[in-house]
């Protein structure tokens, strides 16, 4: 089991800044592939950017992800906000050939 609790998310104006930051517990490791995910209302949820033991990619421009492994702490800096960006941002992990999600934090970029 996995529990993974997003915090960060906020409201900002367009043109800011947000680092989102995911708590990872339990059977969770280095090794694991995690990520981040959003849904905007009315559109399915989309890869973000995501983290694996070979490395990162970021899928989305102005997004960086990263990783503290001593704290099982993902992280998504965003910057350059976008009103675009308005959506509810999910972090998942896999382990052992299954996908968890948390809760997810609600970003909202006003214009």
């Known amino acids: 089991q996995v529990q993974l609790v997003e915090s960060g998310g906020g409201l900002v104006q367009a043109g800011g800044s947000l680092r989102l930051s995911c708590a990872a517990s339990?059977?969770?490791?280095?090794?694991?592939?995690m990520g981040w995910y959003r849904q905007a209302p009315g559109k399915q949820r989309e890869l973000v950017a995501v983290?694996?033991?070979a490395g990162s990619t970021n899928y989305a421009d102005r997004f960086t992800i990263s990783r503290d492994n001593a704290k099982n702490t993902l992280y998504l800096q965003m910057n350059s906000l976008k009103p675009e960006d308005t959506a509810v941002y999910y972090c998942?992990?896999?382990?052992?050939?299954?996908?968890?999600w948390g809760q997810g934090t609600q970003v909202t970029v006003s214009s």
């Open positions: 983290s694996t033991s």
């Open positions: 339990g059977s969770i490791s280095k090794d694991n592939t």
């Open positions: 998942s992990a896999v382990s052992r050939w299954r996908t968890y």
